[in-house]
């Protein structure tokens, strides 16, 4: 009891303490109210109410898919008054006694069908297979041109440039600047065998007045590319194309070098029936050569010191700088004997 006197205490001050009257906050005066009044009847003159409308009207498609027996059934059952001569209704429609009431053909079914196909279907449009006619699809409105996103390209990188330097130049270019991407593939060309082949490789080796053509497998920019240049261009940039091609570049340029000291010594040395050597015989051939050339002239300069002045020790190892294609000596050519003075006895 105390507490439920407590509590009729309590509402009874929190009622006390309440206004007697609350103001309205609406301070708008009559030409005000009169000004909107006149605002929404504009309103309802230019847009009427409408009722919601069927979905075979807005739909045509609808009116051979809806189940319309079962609206009816389903209204029956939920005690629901149906409203088809109306707009648009909602009610729940259970999904366990469908087939049964498609089965079923009682008197209310039947009214309710023929309410439900003649509501709407004078103005229902003829199917579109009936007419024969195609319907456009409908156009979407455009986006607002504020809202439209400019398309800015990705800001790429700069293509990286190769520069490669020519000795004597060509067509008057002493160098010349390109990108990578406008390298193309190697050419896969044979090697035409005899003496004429090597003559071939020989005017496109380089860039040498004495020897160049102006003919070349590669071109870059319009300018023919000598043979000598191919490293520098694909070695350190396409070193997969590269590889394919190393090894066959590599011999050509041994032959070169060995042809143009003395063509005439060439032939008579490699091609002395008039058949030319096969080219891997050719380069072992020069290569061996250079080797016994190379360790005689370092044994000549260097005499006795020889081996003490190309061995090393690594890991309890004596390992010498002397190798079978000749020594790791810069010089290309043995250089002039001097004399060593006479030591008196």
């Not at 609206?71 to 629901?80: A, L, P, Q, Y």
């Not at 406008?182 to 490789?201: C, H, N, S, T, Y």
């Amino acid at each position: 009891m105390g507490s439920m006197g407590h509590h009729e205490m309590a509402s009874g001050e929190s009622t006390s303490s309440m206004p007697k009257s609350i103001t309205s906050k609406d301070i708008r005066t009559p030409e005000e109210h009169a000004g909107v009044f006149r605002w929404t009847q504009k309103v309802n003159t230019l847009y009427p109410y409408r009722t919601l409308a069927h979905p075979c009207q807005t739909i045509p498609a609808l009116t051979l898919a809806l189940p319309q027996a079962d609206v009816s059934t389903s209204v029956s059952r939920h005690g629901i008054e149906p409203s088809v001569h109306s707009g648009g209704h909602s009610m729940p429609l259970p999904t366990s006694s469908l087939e049964a009431d498609m089965n079923s053909t009682s008197n209310y079914q039947l009214s309710a069908r023929s309410s439900w196909t003649t509501c709407e279907t004078s103005s229902l449009p003829l199917p579109l297979q009936a007419t024969g006619a195609s319907r456009p699809f409908p156009k979407m409105p455009a986006q607002p041109v504020d809202r439209v996103q400019p398309c800015v390209d990705p800001v790429l990188p700069s293509k990286q440039l190769c520069k490669i330097s020519f000795a004597h130049g060509i067509q008057g270019h002493k160098n010349l600047t390109f990108a990578e991407d406008e390298v193309g593939q190697l050419p896969m060309f044979r090697f035409a065998g005899g003496m004429q082949g090597i003559k071939d490789i020989n005017i496109r080796w380089d860039d040498d007045p004495q020897h160049w053509r102006g003919n070349s497998y590669i071109h870059l920019h319009g300018l023919p590319i000598p043979m000598v240049y191919w490293r520098d261009i694909y070695a350190g940039r396409f070193p997969k194309m590269w590889s394919s091609m190393k090894s066959q570049w590599s011999k050509y340029k041994i032959v070169i070098d060995c042809y143009r000291q003395s063509p005439v010594d060439f032939e008579a040395r490699f091609a002395p029936s008039g058949a030319l050597m096969p080219i891997d015989d050719i380069t072992k051939c020069i290569h061996n050569e250079k080797a016994g050339a190379d360790k005689a002239w370092a044994r000549e300069s260097l005499g006795d010191d020889i081996h003490a002045m190309s061995t090393y020790r690594k890991e309890s190892k004596q390992i010498t700088r002397l190798r079978m294609a000749g020594t790791v000596l810069p010089q290309c050519s043995p250089p002039p004997t001097i004399p060593l003075p006479e030591v008196p006895e």
